[in-house]
Structures are given as structure tokens and as C-alpha cells.
């Protein structure tokens, strides 16, 4: 889809640049953009390195049994057809740490591992089950305690708080769970 998009918005601006005869302000755009995305890519590597690294030391530490723990009253609610020495659990909850850790490059990962392990257990594998409907929606919705992503955007383009985002993140990543959790469970009762 997106592969129609962006050629479609590219074609737009180049006609207009055309009619409204700054097509060399076309042109400058597209060379500094270019310029801005290298920037802005390097400067992100760092962050990225730094949380996927200490998201590995958590995997490979007892911290991840600890904070496991801490959100085992959670899972019971969301999964409660998995026991906690299932191999998709533990994936799921290390998925659910790296997101609320804001490390959404670590947590993509762990999710596709996650959906094919639950998927290898799938007895229907045309439809995903309840368990892989709600895991779902708590990736889409991604609640992060710390947005590291956004704020690491932020500040590589000079905001003066880059973390100021962080109460805004909380209420819409909430509500957005919430809102999904909800919807979710009415409709497997249903369907």
C-alpha cells in the first residue's frame, strides 16, 4: 500500500512544484531531505544500540524473572488459557517488558517469535486464536513507560524538552489499550 502512497505524494508535489514554477524548491527538498533522513538515522543508531543491548541484559539476567513477576496479575487477565511455563508466555512477557521500556526495536522481534510459537500451537491455522487477537492489540497499542524512540527523535531535531511527550504518550497508549482490550473480549464472547 504504501508503495502506492509515497510515489503518489512524490508525483503530486512535482506537479505542483511545476504549475507554481518552484520546481528548483522541489528539487532542494528532496536533496535535503535525503540529507536530514542519513542524520537523523545515525544519530537514532545510538539510541537503538543502547536499549536493544540492555534489553539483551535483561533476557539474560534474573531481572527479567523479577519484572516478569511483577506483571504476572496482568497476564493471568489478558491470557488466561497460557500457564506460565508456557514458551509463548515467557515471549509474550518479555515482548510486553520491552514495549513498556519503550524499546519497540527489541520488542518487534520478540513479538514475531512470540506469534509463531502461538501459531505452532494454533489447532486452526486459518484463524489466530483469542490469545493472538489480544497480543495483538497490546502491540498496536504499545504502552510505554518510556517513549525512547520518540524522545530520541525529538531531541536529534533540537526540541528544547524532548521528553516532555512522555505524559501524552501515557494517556493515549492507556486509553488505546484499554479501548482494544475491551473491544477485543466483547467480540471473542461473540465471535
Known amino acids: 500500500m504504501l508503495n502506492k502512497i509515497w510515489p503518489f505524494f512524490i508525483i503530486i508535489s512535482f506537479i505542483f512544484a ?22 537523523l538515522t545515525i544519530k537514532l543508531f545510538g539510541t537503538m544500540c543502547l536499549w536493544n543491548g540492555l534489553m539483551r541484559i535483561v533476557q539474560e539476567t534474573s531481572l527479567i524473572n523479577k519484572l516478569s513477576t511483577m506483571i504476572t496479575p496482568l497476564m493471568k487477565v489478558l491470557f488466561p488459557n497460557m500457564k506460565k511455563e508456557d514458551k509463548e508466555y515467557k515471549e509474550i512477557t518479555v515482548n510486553i517488558i520491552a514495549n513498556l521500556l519503550g524499546i519497540g526495536n527489541a520488542a518487534t522481534p520478540l513479538g514475531i517469535k512470540a506469534m509463531q510459537t502461538m501459531q505452532e500451537k494454533n489447532p486452526d491455522k486459518e484463524r489466530i486464536t483469542d490469545s493472538m487477537a489480544i497480543f495483538i492489540v497490546l502491540n498496536t497499542a504499545s504502552l ?48
Open 144 to 191: 510505554q513507560l518510556i517513549p525512547t524512540t520518540v524522545i530520541a527523535i525529538r531531541a536529534s531535531l533540537g526540541s528544547t524538552n524532548a521528553v516532555q511527550i512522555i505524559l501524552p504518550v501515557w494517556i493515549s497508549t492507556i486509553v488505546a489499550d484499554i479501548a482494544g482490550i475491551v473491544a477485543s473480549k466483547v467480540l471473542m464472547k461473540k465471535f
Open 18 to 39: 511545476v504549475i507554481t514554477g518552484n520546481i528548483e524548491c522541489f528539487n532542494n527538498s528532496i536533496f535535503s531531505s535525503c540529507n536530514q533522513a542519513v542524520e
